[in-house]
């Protein structure tokens, strides 16, 4: 017969284990309970999937806490979570027999600090998820079995495993691991922070170019001006704004530093302090290039298809200009790469060329109301429209060398 016996029974081999991984069985055999004789230890272990060590090195660098529940002793818990890389080897760890007897208050201030808990029951999961809340953290918890539902429900996000997990444990959860992979959590925080970032950028491009639009409008009213563009020009500058090129921010592809970047706080809205600033620099650089180009090419006679011409164009060659920086707001477009982005680059060549009809081919120019423009005007005003796109980019580069890689204000999670 097979027993589980204490490990006290073999002190000399206790020590091999305890530092390891491993449940540990003591063997024995014989005719009756008491007459058995000692055959060994067997140390049998689950050890952590493949990646789950990279994948807890790159959240934690990200500013992602991850804690280990289990039921486990302490030193198989402490052996799995050096071996995954908890906390870089500096951990800490709390019993459930520990939080059985603490407060809320002061599991709330300690919780964080913890990285382990072990010998824990589904109560303890609960009771660990409402103190990192308290603390202001927005917690991610997994699970897989019927008792895990509770905390699944309760945490900000419940992550239930697809293959391993209970019917129950899936209804409760906001999310399942159809393949049980940790690390795949880890791609899913890398292509929420970049879905984030792309609706920044879509935010940015939209705003400054709807408010220079605005302006000009406004100021040349308010000054008893002519009016620099006619109602199909304003439409057609619309239909780029919102457009091929417009959309094709919201497809950038997820840059690879972005799971680096620290998590922002909830309470947070998309157009912080940064971004603002941003929009009304790029705004204010598009209006004052338009309202040049305008001022120069309008005669003393009044206004003539040049002028509107060569005032609609300069304001849509701004509008492709904006959109190019537009596509990150702390990387350079070098770094980024030019080409990474197909979309948005079919998106600009199909606006250039369709600019180009506009004031080029005749049943257009009677629509538009435009003429046609010789090459040393199509090369100013490229010149002048890049300034808006060569500004931002040295805004970047004053951020990124002079006052260190601009993030926002970062708020901890815990997976």
């Known amino acids: 017969m097979t027993l589980r016996i204490c490990l006290q029974a073999a002190p000399g081999r206790r020590h091999i284990f305890s530092a ?225 090129p417009a959309q094709s921010l919201g497809v950038e592809p997820v840059d690879k530093d972005a799971i680096k970047q620290p998590p922002r706080n909830i309470s947070d809205t998309i157009l912080n302090r940064s971004l603002v600033l941003k929009i009304f620099l790029s705004a204010t650089v598009i209006i004052s290039g338009t309202t040049f180009v305008f001022w120069k090419e309008i005669p003393e006679s009044g206004i003539t298809p040049r002028t509107t011409t060569m005032t609609f164009t300069c304001f849509v060659f701004f509008d492709l200009f904006n959109a190019l920086t537009c596509r990150s707001q702390t990387k350079l477009i070098l770094e980024i790469g030019l080409f990474r982005n197909r979309m948005f680059l079919y998106s600009v060549l199909g606006s250039i060329l369709g600019q180009m009809a506009v004031i080029y081919i005749p049943p257009l120019q009677k629509i538009f109301q435009t003429e046609n423009l010789g090459g040393l005007d199509l090369l100013f005003l490229i010149g002048l429209a890049s300034s808006v796109f060569i500004l931002s980019e040295l805004v970047k580069m004053c951020e990124k060398h002079c006052c260190g890689r601009l993030t926002d204000d970062g708020h901890q999670e815990a997976v």
């Not at 540990?24 to 049998?44: D, M, N, Q, Y």
């Not at 952590?48 to 280990?68: D, F, Q, Y």
């Not at 920044?200 to 406004?218: C, D, E, G, P, Y």
Request: aromatic letters at 6%; proline letters at 4%.
């Open 20 to 244: 390891s991984p491993f449940l540990v069985l003591a063997l024995a055999s014989g005719p009756e309970l008491g007459r058995l004789t000692f055959l060994g230890l067997i140390g049998i272990i689950d050890p952590p999937r493949n990646g789950v060590k990279e994948a807890v090195h790159v959240l934690t660098e990200s500013g992602v806490s991850v804690k280990m529940i289990t039921g486990d002793a302490l030193h198989t818990a402490w052996a799995i979570g050096r071996n995954i890389g908890l906390c870089n080897g500096s951990m800490k760890a709390m019993s459930g027999e520990e939080l059985d007897h603490i407060t809320e208050s002061a599991l709330s201030s300690t919780v964080k600090n913890v990285s382990i808990f072990y010998r824990t029951s589904p109560k303890h999961k609960l009771k660990i998820i409402k103190a990192l809340q308290q603390g202001g953290s927005v917690v991610g918890m997994t699970g897989d079995g019927v008792n895990d539902a509770v905390a699944l429900k309760s945490a900000d996000i419940g992550v239930a495993m697809g293959k391993a997990g209970t019917d129950v444990s899936k209804e409760a959860a906001n999310m399942i691991l159809v393949d049980d992979d940790f690390s795949t959590i880890m791609n899913a925080i890398e292509e929420g922070k970049g879905i984030f970032y792309n609706i920044k950028n879509f935010v940015r491009f939209q705003l400054s170019t709807s408010i220079s639009a605005l302006s000009l409008i406004t100021l040349s009213t308010v000054f008893n001006l002519p009016n620099p563009l006619n109602a199909m020009q304003i439409l057609w500058i619309n239909i780029i704004m919102d457009g091929p």
